[in-house]
């Protein structure tokens, strides 16, 4: 019986008097989003996560808006933190796989001032999760080398952080304009700490992509290709260009929908989400319906792939069922 933002405030207030973290399902992304600033309204921003869909359609070989890929990734990274307040998102967010939850966590690099640091292989991990090398730093999952300086744009801060080297000690960390490139006298430190001179103590770097290309993840990718190719009958020029862009370690448009050739096996986002987290379904019978939408559409994709005769994925490894993420809420 409730409406408009006195749901939100409903829940807001639940969450409040418990401090129980909370999943609020909403029918659409648009609601999602409106739903997500009346909650920022009543608790704050530092209080509330959204994690959209993806936007794109099923096996499109094209990769998330970088807003929306900024938005996952921080969930991912918060919920393994277990510093959600409440999540808000929706039936396809929830329905699409996602990184194992042992790969990212174990790809999260914490990085304090005066440490030690292999800062070569740091730059190499940072090229596995997706960061890409310019001159200047100026958007999310960029980084530059100058000398001793290492800039970094990761998608756990609203602003990128300037890293300087002695030898290999970290000697300052400190956040800068992307638009002046000048370090920043004052900032909103978001998760790190802060010290005498603006200076930061650590800063948590997070994978900007949902994709880990190394050695392992390659070739298990390229096999897999070959197989799923084989499955469908497929001749090699079908796949030979994705072979060779994963070979060559980069992370091109629309890798995403490629995610079950990496992994072991992809996850879903309730394998991130702590138990007793507490559920919200707003218009439960829309939200059952959009997932039969969804079931829909990737059927008609699927069939349409096949026609053209080009490469996709095991559906049921890239998506969940509604019969799969019935139990998984039921369960929370």
């Not at 080398?145 to 801060?157: N, Q, S």
């Not at 638009?179 to 006298?185: N, V």
């Not at 802060?194 to 997070?206: A, F």
Request: charged share 30%; aromatic share 10%; hydrophobic share 40%.
């Amino acid at each position: 019986g409730l409406y408009g933002s006195s749901r939100a405030f409903i829940i807001s207030e639940f969450f409040i008097k418990t401090l129980k973290p909370c999943v609020v399902v909403v029918p659409s992304d648009d609601e999602a989003e409106e739903f997500y600033r009346d909650l920022s309204f009543f608790l704050g921003r530092d209080l509330v996560n959204i994690y959209p869909s993806t936007e794109t359609l099923p096996f499109e070989m094209l990769s998330p808006h970088p807003d929306i890929s900024t938005s996952r990734l921080n969930t991912i990274y918060r919920l393994i933190k277990n510093d959600i307040g409440v999540l808000v998102t929706t039936p396809q967010a929830i329905m699409q796989r996602v990184i194992p939850k042992a790969v990212f966590d174990g790809y999260i690099r914490h990085i304090k001032t005066g440490l030690e640091i292999d800062r070569e292989k740091l730059i190499e991990d940072l090229a596995q999760m997706g960061y890409l090398r310019t001159a200047l730093v100026g958007e999310i999952g960029e980084i530059s080398i100058r000398g001793g300086i290492l800039d970094i744009f990761t998608p756990v801060y609203s602003k990128p952080v300037r890293m300087e080297f002695f030898g290999s000690e970290v000697e300052s960390i400190r956040f800068f304009d992307p638009d002046t490139q000048r370090t920043l006298k004052t900032w909103d430190n978001g998760q790190g700490a802060g010290g005498r001179d603006d200076t930061l103590k650590e800063v948590i770097v997070i994978p900007c992509k949902e994709i880990i290309l190394n050695n392992e993840t390659k070739t298990r990718a390229v096999k897999r290709l070959k197989e799923r190719a084989n499955e469908l009958e497929l001749q090699r020029d079908a796949t030979y260009t994705i072979s060779e862009r994963i070979s060559s370690n980069i992370h091109f448009s629309g890798i995403e929908s490629l995610m079950p050739l990496f992994y072991e096996e992809a996850e879903s986002i309730f394998s991130y989400i702590a138990k007793g987290t507490e559920l919200f379904i707003i218009d439960k019978q829309r939200a059952l319906d959009e997932m039969d939408k969804f079931t829909k559409e990737v059927l008609e994709m699927e069939r349409k792939m096949e026609t053209k005769g080009q490469f996709f994925v095991n559906p049921s490894e890239l998506y969940l069922s509604k019969e799969e993420v019935i139990p998984e809420l039921a369960n929370m």
